[in-house]
């Protein structure tokens, strides 16, 4: 007990299991306790718990992010398996979000997770946007991409992007409130009105 | 990317390194080749654009015309060429304009040896000649913009031109193996 409020001077707000766990990243100056603090505060949301979704939660999970929230409406199938690795065989048929939480509580069960096993639309993004600190984009369709970015821009999050299609991959970090375009600046594909057909 | 990804939401929360806002990197597996470029904000953006068209939320999520033109209407044209036609093409005739209609961070990566390029929000059909002597061969990434620009430049009497199918992509894949994919 006396060691740990020792600890707990040393490292304020880290509980001795936390100092602990996270010790690679303490003796790091770049993240140190002040930083691993700032990751214990943080709110991270990741849509899609697929291919990209599965290692980006498993990675933020373990190196202590405070909250993650997860937005999927798909459930795990066999074809899944061989990317997604999240998800596992007894978890077949159970939602994604619900698959993931389980995979991601059993690496850090400090974590706090929010599950949203909707589809993200019009009418939800905007609310869940706003809870959160960066958005990570790790979704499989158009209509997702440009939903997430606009809800992105209009909050003002960071967005965290990535795509992979067969052996290419894309990764972009979109603010454009700081610097830099957006992904309609990249993915523009308006037809400009004089051409629009009658 | 997945990796990549999360170290980029780590580097954004704790304020170190070099952050990635307002870039694009490109992985190629087989290759092992990454490939970093920015992404400068666009003035025509209808989103962060000088003159926005989406400027409320009640406006926003919505995805861009083109992308809606349906599989079925994509299939069923007639004017789409393979990759191997249009090698063919370029190689016995002279009377083929090649047209890019994709941005210029693609137009940057990769392209077709000849070809113009006219953003496919930015193409004007009045620079184009309706003289049949002429085919007009639009290509873009994968073939969805380039069809949907034959589509409306045969809707303006413009009767020929095609789209290459499966776009540069496709063309890489048959035909220039060596060309950077993205």
Redesign the interface.
């Given at each position: 007990m006396s060691q740990e409020i020792l600890l707990n001077d040393l490292f304020q707000g880290l509980s001795a299991e936390e100092v602990k766990r996270y010790s690679r990243h303490l003796s790091l100056s770049?993240?140190g306790s002040e930083?691993q603090q700032?990751?214990k505060k943080?709110k991270?949301l990741i849509v899609g718990a697929g291919?990209?979704?599965?290692?980006?939660g498993l990675?933020?999970a373990a190196?202590g992010?405070g909250q993650l929230g997860i937005i999927d409406s798909d459930v795990v199938e066999i074809s899944n398996l061989q990317r997604q690795i999240g998800h596992s065989e007894k978890n077949l048929g159970l939602l994604k979000t619900e698959s993931l939480a389980e995979t991601i509580t059993s690496i850090n069960r400090l974590l706090r997770v929010e599950l949203i096993s909707d589809k993200l639309q019009?009418n939800n993004?905007?609310q869940i946007f706003q809870k959160y600190?960066?958005i990570?984009d790790?979704s499989d369709n158009?209509?997702t991409r440009?939903?997430v970015?606009?809800?992105a821009?209009?909050a003002n999050k960071?967005l965290?992007s990535?795509?992979?299609y067969k052996?290419?991959?894309?990764?972009?970090?979109?603010?454009?409130?700081?610097?830099?375009?957006?992904y309609?600046?990249?993915?523009?594909?308006?037809?400009?009105e004089?051409?629009?057909?009658? | 990317?997945?990796?990549?990804?999360?170290?980029?939401?780590?580097k954004?929360?704790?304020g170190?390194?070099k952050?990635?806002?307002?870039?694009?990197?490109?992985?190629?597996?087989?290759k092992l080749d990454f490939k970093k470029m920015?992404?400068?904000?666009?003035k025509?953006?209808?989103?962060?654009?000088v003159n926005p068209r989406?400027r409320a939320?009640l406006d926003?999520?919505?995805?861009?015309?083109?992308?809606k033109i349906g599989f079925e209407e994509r299939k069923d044209n007639k004017d789409q060429v393979s990759a191997h036609w249009l090698s063919v093409a370029l190689r016995n005739r002279r009377n083929i304009m090649l047209i890019d209609v994709r941005?210029p961070?693609e137009w940057e990566i990769c392209r077709l040896k000849g070809a113009e390029h006219h953003p496919?929000?930015?193409?004007?059909?009045d620079d184009f000649t309706k003289d049949l002597e002429k085919i007009i061969v639009f290509y873009c990434h994968r073939g969805?913009?380039s069809e949907?620009?034959l589509?409306?430049f045969q809707?303006l009497g413009y009767e020929n031109c095609r789209s290459l199918a499966g776009g540069i992509d496709a063309w890489a894949e048959a035909i220039e193996p060596d060309m950077p994919?993205?």
């Open positions: 770049e993240v930083g700032r990751l943080s991270v291919g990209l979704g599965c290692p980006v990675y933020l190196a992010i019009h993004a905007p600190d960066v990570v790790c158009f209509p440009y939903l970015n606009d809800a821009f209009f960071p965290v990535a795509s992979v052996f290419q991959g894309h990764l972009s970090v979109f603010w454009p409130k700081s610097k830099g375009g957006c309609r600046c990249l993915y523009p594909v308006n037809l400009p004089s051409m629009a057909p009658t | 990317m997945g990796l990549l990804q999360s170290t980029e939401v780590l954004l929360i704790l170190i390194g952050d990635m806002i307002g870039q694009l990197l490109l992985y190629d597996a087989l920015n992404i400068p904000k666009e025509t953006c209808q989103l962060c654009g989406i939320w926003a999520g919505k995805v861009p015309v083109i992308e941005e961070h496919v929000n930015r193409i004007k059909t969805v913009r949907r620009t589509k409306i809707d994919r993205y």
